[in-house]
């Protein structure tokens, strides 16, 4: 037993240009490339007895096209189901069974294609409704199921999450988001060899059991998210019509259609094209030694073959936007308005100072809620923000009406907030509050292994996790002259998309 | 060193990890751990009683130059007047919103905003949470700008009347998501109409409540003798105990108020309440494609000696994740839903509600309740097997240490304790946990099933799209009449304002 080391992050300070700055503090960050291609991130804390684990993949629906968009999430899902050796008492059967399976669901496809073809035509109304399948297809249900219920008797049910829970892990879980996937979990300091062994079996072996069914939990998740809340389909909508071209027009969720006919072959093309190491960054965050992680770490993901194409390069580069677009809506929600300008992506120089920006006018002492909120009492509720993502970026504001006002004043009003920050230069004192906040962010975001984990994930994912490290300093640099330029370049009228939603139904009697 | 770290962890183990790929094994279990000792942190090591009044857990850690404190109160709205209902979420945000000692509302939270101090007031049911995370480089001028916030608050006219009309809206969308109406609705179901938890704020109640009802219900409870303090961070254990004490002395300073006498000690959290009797109950919400579903049965206080054998049975249930029994047949098997879980939590003050929660799209709604009733009646039926025991276990106790993973949670853990009494009634709870799970055998988890999982008490929601959940799904014949209770009651949708049957 070693006696538990206190470390100080602070080991390196940055020091900023200005003096009433703080200091930032920098992450201790150790990078290793692995020869099959695999970045290695390494980040030493010994204070809890823990490691956050985890690994970004460089592919999200940004990565889709039509037809089968959603299925990075759907994938992201399937990598719980087990590899050859884990979630089956017999992996010989096991394989058979699946390749049966996936025969039937051959012709299942074909009936499909018959029933959309009777959609076009106007003969059915939905193909999700039962009372719409064909005879035909009703019987190789009854045959996938009676597949399903074979497989089944191999099956070692969620054996993946059992033998981690077993081991003291938690929080194990995983995102798809436009640019990236992510899985991470917190093991116990004494585990790591066996996070070693189930991520590097499941990237490197995995096998997609119960496909058809996680289909329909995505599914579910999807009318979860976005049909059955009052603003997830309007705003699906909304981002379809603001991005022009690049694929960030659907949601991760992937188009109903889409989402309900993905097969399992393109999953598995979808694997081998962008689940190769070379698109793969691993990262730990907690109580190891570097020395002994690396070595374990060459060890099991060394053993990975590096793929033999490196994944696609997304070409598209959105248009620029020459017109005004609108979209009202009436919802089941209170009035308010949404407006996108397209700006930069991560990692852009003008990305700092839209972020200032966005600082500037949102919080409860910035510039929206003192003048739409507290000064002409227009809105109840106001938001601003810069999103930076690898391809592409977006600066998004919003502002929810008071009652006796209407989504149209509210935007009038924002308008004329950018206009002062276009026509003349932030105070001093009001710049630096808010590179005050920023730098304090930096030790908050420091606050426990998995908070550092998913902030280098986001970093890698997005494009650069030196960024970590990185980024502050050039928040810290940016300018009044900056702040003003980027709302004069960017916040214009040619460069937005405004979505207004008024409430439908009255809920209730207002008093 | 005494106070820097009270966890005996082994820390980073040392090994010397065999490099050779070949040496990889086919399955886990081959693979041989270095043990890992942890022992719970230890109250008496940071307990402090203030001379001001309030019980303190002072935990350093110079990690980063940042410091937190969080304050428990008590006070909640169990203790609003009949007719003010919203008063206390009032209170709690004029705090730190309407101004307090010489600065107005502006001047106080921009100059929290210029030093990049968080700090946020919430007074819920049964208790007031003060929180400030401030730079160790403001810590004197932020706990003067507390010691403000906690004594001598403004309650500013126009802020009174800005958060009333944010409540307003906020009132108005409470039919909007569905989610919204199956949470209250459980609510209603579980605890009765007239239970303290269930009475919302309305837009007479909001309208009713004036500047001298926020003074008198602030003046009423904050006093020290009424707070339990946690501070982490970056501090010296004895220089902060003199900070705090300087903080904290004397009470409110409200020269109107002196008329009145300070509440003292809160009255006792009120612990009766009616189950509604068993049966299925709907809301239609018809635009909705997917319905949510909650089986709810009454539980346990979180000192019943069941604590652990249901703790172990929950997770076996639909606690445990991926691992448990509902999800592997509803979601993993069935894929009917994407979230479905139960939950057995042990009451502080009165018993929890054993529940089951899932959303499923409309014409699977009745099937997927099925399936949970069935699997809810097989964990009386017959003992879980020694894997799921042993899971559910090891679960459990490899885990335990989560719970102090930094040391905010340490200082927030042990000052929740002291706040709830559990420290003075069961003062050694985290150091015995894991010996009394690993005490639990299968007969006592089948027990607390047959005792607690009595499926003739089920009180089942659903909030939906009622045609399609009635018409349920050709491929699987259950129906919600189908089930314990025999009929389908429907709740009307409430109004929002009112809190009405509409």
Partial sequence: MTVPQKKHLAACLVSLAMATTIPAQQVPVTETNLPNGMRLLLVERHDDPSIAGGWVTHVGSANERPGITGIAHLFEHMMFKGTTTIGTSDAKKDLKILAEQERVRDEMRGEEAVMRRDVRRGKISDLLKPENWTPRYRELQKQFAELVAQERGVLVKNEFDNIYTGNGASGMNAFTMQDMTAYFCTVPANKFELWAWMESERILQPVFREFYSERDVVFEERRMRLESTPLGVPMETFNAMFWEALPYSWDTLGWPSDVSTISKAQADAFYGTYYVPQNITLILVGDFYTTNAVALAEKYFGRIPRGANNPPDLVTLEPKQTVEKRMNAEVAANSQVEIFWHTVPFGHQDSYALEILAQILSTHTGRLYKGLVLGNGLATDVGAEQNSMKWAGFFDMSGEASPNHTPAEVEAAIYAEIEKLQQAEVPAEELQKVKNNFAAAEYRKLNSNMSILHSLIWNDGEGNWHEINEANAKRQAVTAADVKRVASEYLIKENRAVATFTRKIEAGTEK | ?502
């Fill in chain 2, 1 to 502: 060193m005494k106070f820097l770290l009270s966890l005996v962890a082994a820390g980073a183990v040392s090994f010397a990890p065999n490099i050779l790929a070949a040496d990889i094994p086919d399955r886990p279990e081959k693979l041989v751990f270095p043990p890992l000792r942890y022992e719970p942190p230890n109250a008496s090591d940071y307990r402090v009683p203030l001379q001001a009044g309030p019980i303190a857990y002072l935990v350093p850690d110079h990690e980063r130059p940042l410091i937190n404190f969080t304050i428990y109160i008590r006070t909640g709205s169990y203790l609003e007047p009949a007719g003010k209902e919203g008063l206390a979420e009032l209170t709690g945000w004029l705090l730190t919103h309407g101004g307090a000692g010489t600065n107005s509302a502006n001047q106080l939270e921009e100059r929290l905003a210029f030093l990049a101090a968080n700090l946020g007031v919430s007074i819920g049911d049964t208790e007031g949470t003060v929180g400030l995370n401030l730079l160790t480089k403001d810590l004197d001028e932020g706990l003067g700008l507390l010691r403000d916030v906690l004594y001598a608050p403004r309650f500013q006219d126009d802020k009174i009347i800005l958060r009333k009309s944010q409540m307003l809206q906020e009132m108005k969308q409470r039919n909007d998501e569905s989610a919204a109406i199956e949470e209250r609705e459980a609510g209603f179901l579980a605890r009765g109409e007239s239970f303290f938890e269930n009475r919302y704020a309305t837009s007479n109640s909001i309208a009713a409540i004036t500047a001298l009802d926020l003074e008198k219900f602030h003046y009423a409870w904050f006093w020290p003798s009424n707070f339990v303090v946690g501070v982490s961070g970056d501090f010296n254990r004895e220089e902060m105990i003199a900070k705090l004490e300087k903080l904290f002395a004397g009470g409110p300073e409200n020269m109107e108020m002196d008329h009145l006498q300070p509440g003292g000690t809160p009255p006792a959290i009120p612990t009766q309440f009616n189950f509604a009797k068993a049966g299925v109950y709907l809301v239609n919400k018809p635009e909705v494609d997917q319905g949510r579903v909650t089986l709810m049965l009454p539980g346990i206080r979180r000192d019943s000696p069941d604590y652990y054998a249901c703790a172990v049975m929950n997770y076996v249930l639909g606690g445990g994740g991926f691992s448990s029994r509902l999800m592997g047949r509803v979601r993993s098997d069935e894929g009917l839903a994407y979230d479905v879980h139960s939950r057995f939590p042990g009451g502080v003050y009165y018993p929890g509600i054993v529940s089951i929660g899932f959303q499923s799209k409309s014409r699977t709604v009745a099937y997927a309740t099925a399936l949970c009733l069935e699997e809810l009646k097989k964990m009386s039926a017959e003992p879980v097997s020694d894997r799921e025991l042993n899971l559910a276990k090891r679960s459990f106790i490899e885990t335990f240490p989560r719970a102090f993973a930094t040391k905010t949670a340490v200082a927030d853990a042990l000052a929740r304790e002291e706040f709830t009494g559990r420290y003075a009634s069961d003062p050694d709870f985290w150091r015995n946990f894991r010996a009394k799970i690993s005490a639990v055998t299968k007969e006592d988890v089948q027990r607390v099933a047959q005792k607690y999982l009595q499926p003739d008490q089920v009180v089942v929601l659903a909030v939906g799209n009622k045609a399609d959940i009635m018409l349920g799904h050709p491929d699987h014949p259950a129906k919600l009449t189908d089930l314990p209770g025999g009929k389908v009651t429907d709740l009307p949708l409430r109004d929002p304002f009112t809190m009405k049957a509409q």
